[in-house]
T-cell receptor, first 112, second 114 residues
Framework: DSGVTQTPKHLITATGQRVTLRCSPRSGDLSVYWYQQSLDQGLQFLIQYYNGEERAKGNILERFSAQQFPDLHSELNLSSLELGDSALYFC???????????FGQGTRLTVV | SQQGEEDPQALSIQEGENATMNCSYKTSINNLQWYRQNSGRGLVHLILIRSNEREKHSGRLRVTLDTSKKSSSLLITASRAADTASYFCATGRPGGTSYGKLTFGQGTILTVHP
């Protein structure tokens, strides 16, 4: 158990819908990362927060947004969902930037 | 785009043999990390090597880093069937707008036969 909790574990939704994925980092970790993993694109970096502020951004679509709250948990919002958004979404946390990251078990999103 | 490129894409060996995986990257880094992923599950951190280090050990794992060649290798000695997994390298950026961005390669699928 990495100490990073992601909910829900599985999500099935229809195209055009909006979903929210939640991540609770390890106790004491200030940095949260979001990744999307699909068979064709591999593990894609989406966005990183550090102590509530956005620190780095990857190839995150405009339809996606994220935030980190004062209690350090983070949410990833995916809207106007398309079939191609079906993937595993991972959250990871680390104490500081550029230290080892601990991954949650992921949320498997299926868009039908 | 991926920062790290692992080689080979797949590796099949017998228990007891050593497994070597390589990673090449393109830009300057603060650190390079190796992770393991069992099928469909979360990634597990194995080892982190900083840009000013050349070699690091952890149990049966040995990682080398050559910043002049922008490459790293992961050696797993005396492999076990339980080592069967995908292995990823990830690079941490040193500064600027991408400071802390952790970018993963496509991974090497390791299969260890009993």
């Amino acid at each position: 158990d990495s100490g990073v909790t992601q909910t829900p574990k599985h999500l099935i939704t229809a195209t055009g819908q909006r979903v929210t994925l939640r991540c609770s980092p390890r106790s004491g970790d200030l940095s949260v990362y979001w990744y999307q993993q699909s068979l064709d694109q591999g593990l894609q970096f989406l966005i990183q927060y550090y102590n509530g502020e956005e620190r780095a951004k990857g190839n995150i679509l405009e339809r996606f947004s994220a935030q980190q709250f004062p209690d350090l948990h983070s949410e990833l919002n995916l809207s106007s969902l398309e079939l191609g958004d079906s993937a595993l979404y991972f959250c990871a946390s680390s104490f500081r930037v550029n230290t080892e990251a601990f991954f949650g078990q992921g949320t498997r999103l299926t868009v039908v | 785009s991926q920062q790290g490129e692992e080689d080979p894409q797949a590796l099949s060996i017998q228990e007891g043999e050593n497994a070597t995986m390589n990673c090449s990257y393109k830009t300057s880094i603060n650190n390079l990390q190796w992770y393991r992923q069992n099928s469909g599950r979360g990634l597990v951190h194995l080892i982190l090597i900083r840009s000013n280090e050349r070699e690091k050990h952890s149990g049966r794992l040995r990682v080398t880093l050559d910043t002049s060649k922008k490459s790293s290798s992961l050696l797993i000695t005396a492999s076990r069937a339980a080592d069967t997994a995908s292995y990823f390298c990830a690079t941490g950026r040193p500064g600027g707008t991408s400071y802390g961005k952790l970018t993963f390669g496509q991974g090497t699928i390791l299969t260890v036969h009993p």
